[in-house]
Nanobody, 115 residues
Framework: QVHVAESGGGAVQPGGSLRLSCFAS????????MGWYRQAPGKQRELVAD???????TYADSVKGRFTISRDNAANTVYLQMNGLKPGDTDVYYC?????????WGKGTLVTVSS
C-alpha cells in the first residue's frame, strides 16, 4: 500500500505564504499522479492542484496565479507553494496519490489564514 503524509500547514495572515509538502511511499513514485485537495467544515472536498507523472499540472481557478504545485521524484515528495493567501483559503489540505486506479489519501494538514 502507498502511505501518504502531508506537512507544512499552519496559521498565517492574509497575504502570507506557506509551503506544503507531501511524501508518498513506494519505489515507483515517479509513476504516481499526485494532487492537493482542500476541505472546509460543511463543504465538499475540492481539487486545488494536481500533477501527472509527466509533469502536466492543473489548478483550480480560485488559486491560479497564487499557488504552484511541483514534484521531486528523488524525494518521493510533491509540494504546494501557496502565496498571496486569503481567508477563503482556510481549510484542511489533503494530498493524494493515484496509482493504477487506486487513490491513497493523507490525513490532512490545517491551513488557517486570518488577521
Amino acid at each position: 500500500q502507498v502511505h501518504v503524509a502531508e506537512s507544512g500547514g499552519g496559521a498565517v495572515q492574509p497575504g502570507g505564504s506557506l509551503r506544503l509538502s507531501c511524501f508518498a511511499s513506494g519505489s515507483v513514485f515517479s509513476t504516481y499522479a499526485m494532487g492537493w485537495y482542500r476541505q472546509a467544515p460543511g463543504k465538499q472536498r475540492e481539487l486545488v492542484a494536481d500533477i501527472t507523472s509527466v509533469g502536466t499540472v492543473t489548478y483550480a481557478d480560485s488559486v491560479k496565479g497564487r499557488f504552484t504545485i511541483s514534484r521531486d521524484n528523488a524525494a518521493n515528495t510533491v509540494y504546494l507553494q501557496m502565496n498571496g493567501l486569503k481567508p477563503g483559503d482556510t481549510d484542511v489540505y489533503y494530498c493524494n496519490a493515484g496509482v493504477y486506479g487506486q487513490v491513497y489519501w493523507g490525513k490532512g494538514t490545517l491551513v488557517t489564514v486570518s488577521s
